[in-house]
Every structure is written in C-alpha cells, then in structure tokens.
C-alpha cells in the first residue's frame, strides 16, 4: 500500500527467521532479501462472526441517451363556422405547417354541401334535402394553401341551417381508415352513436363527428372520449367533435353521443395514424 490507502482485508502474515552470521576479520556481510508467496485463508464463519467486506469504488460516465417523444396525433388548433341563410359557406383554415393535416367536418339539416374543394380528399358524406346530413374532408397542408376556402350548402332553398369545424391535426402520417355514416331519420332518436372503425396500426387517433337537428346544445360525450368543439347552430342544429386514442389496432367499437334532445342525426368517424 502507498501514499495514504489503506488494506483491511485480506491480511497475509510471514514469519521469517534468519541465522546470524560469523563475523570476523574484514568480511562484509551483505543484507539479504526474503521473498514469500502468500495467500489469505478463507475464514471460518460461525455464530456471531462479521466480516467486513472491502469497499470498492469506481468512477463512471454513462453515455446520454436519445429520447425520442412518441406523442401521437393531436389536434393543435380549429376554427368553427355556421349559417342559417344563404348558400355560401367560407371556412376560415387554422393555423397549420406544412405537412400537418387539415380535417373539416361540415354538417347541415335539410341540406347538402357543394363539390369537394380542389385539392380536398372526401372522406365520408350522406348529402340529403330532407334530413341531417355530414361530409368530411382532409387535406396535407402544403406550402402557398390558402388561408381560407369556400363552398356551399343548400336544399330546396339557400336557407338551410349548417355548421363547419375545421382541424388542424399534428404528429401524423394521414389517414388511417374512415367510416361509412351512422344516421337517422327519427326525431327522437337518442343516443346518437358515431360509427366503429377498424384501424390497421396502433396509437391511432379517432375523430369522432356528429351533426344533428333540431337542437340546442352540443352533444355530452362518455369517459374516455374528449370534446373538441361544438356548433349549436340556434335552435336549428347542433355540430359537435370529440376524439379518443386506440391504443391498438383492429375494430375500434362505436361511440355514442348524447343530444340535449332526441333529434334525427348523421354521424361518421375516422382514425388519423401517429408518426
């Protein structure tokens, strides 16, 4: 041992004995080395023995790891629109980078909403002069899109009630699977249920839309499912938006909204995938 450490254990003992030489006249007598190989003995352990065992320390640096978010699909931003006269629907975009994706649920009573805007997919839609109705639409954002888009709903006449909420959808790779609609012509129905859907990858996120009239306020939603927005479109109808995560792929069952009031309604849902 050097400087200022300090051995315990093991501790090896030697004994050694040298014979004492005869001097004499001009001898010298040269100092001589011993050397020993020496082992500790394993010691015996009984009762109340301790043996204290030798403290090692160490110093190391661990490298940083790379932590990589998983966040799923997320809806960072929306706008809402809503008429009771005439044909001309003009939709305000949220904010949106390029490569984020745009879906707008547009709903009407008595009613049905004009050609798919350029450069728009048409997800779903059950256009009807006589009852409720809704169509959705996505779109990738893409350098130099417009801030704002237009087109139209009407029946019969101009004048019929409709209602637009515009999302904009962040850490994604587009659409996974879309619905067929869920509808009724009853004025009482209730509850109003938004279609199942079968996914294909995990971590998806469901987009769950239902249009309604008459009515006069937004839909209630279970747990596990969050609002994001609703149109109460006066006493005309009501459009209201909720989302879930699907944790896993496959059939994802259908989602019942509640109404204010038993009411006819149109309802359709979709599943936007993760990064």
Do not use: C
């Not at 080395?33 to 010691?43: E, F, N």
């Not at 149109?231 to 109808?237: A, E, F, H, K, Y």
């Not at 699907?246 to 109404?259: C, I, R, Y």
Request: no cysteine.
């Amino acid at each position: 041992a050097t400087g200022a450490a300090v051995v315990n254990v093991p501790v090896s003992a030697v004994n050694a004995m040298a014979r004492i030489p005869a001097v004499s006249g001009n001898s010298s007598v040269g100092a001589f080395a011993v050397t020993a190989d020496s082992s500790a003995k394993i010691p015996a352990i009984s009762g109340s023995s301790n043996v204290t065992a030798v403290k090692a320390t160490a110093s190391s640096l661990a490298p940083i790891p790379v932590v990589q978010a998983n966040n799923g699909p997320t809806i960072s931003a929306y706008t809402t629109f809503s008429k009771t006269v005439g044909s001309g629907v003009t939709i305000t975009l949220p904010t949106a980078n390029v490569g984020d994706l745009w879906v707008i649920a547009m709903g009407t009573v008595s009613g049905q909403m004009g050609s798919t805007p350029a450069g728009w997919t048409k997800r779903l839609g059950n256009g009807s002069w006589n009852d409720t109705s809704i169509e959705v639409w996505t779109r990738t954002k893409v350098a130099g899109d417009p801030a704002t888009i237009t087109t139209t709903a009407n029946g019969f006449t101009d004048d019929i009630p409709a209602e637009v909420i515009a999302m904009t959808v962040t850490n994604q790779t587009g659409v996974n699977a879309s619905s067929s609609v869920s509808a009724s012509t009853s004025t009482s129905t209730t509850p109003h249920p938004t279609p199942a859907i079968t996914t294909t990858v995990a971590k998806t996120v469901l987009i769950r839309m239902v249009s309604a009239g008459p009515q006069t306020a937004a839909h209630t939603w279970p747990v596990g499912t969050t609002p994001i927005a609703s149109v109460v479109n006066g006493t005309s109808g009501a459009l209201s938006v909720a989302v879930q995560t699907a944790d896993t792929s496959g059939s994802q069952a259908a989602v019942n909204a509640t109404p204010s009031t038993g009411s006819k309604y149109s309802s359709g849902t979709i599943a936007i995938a993760p990064v």
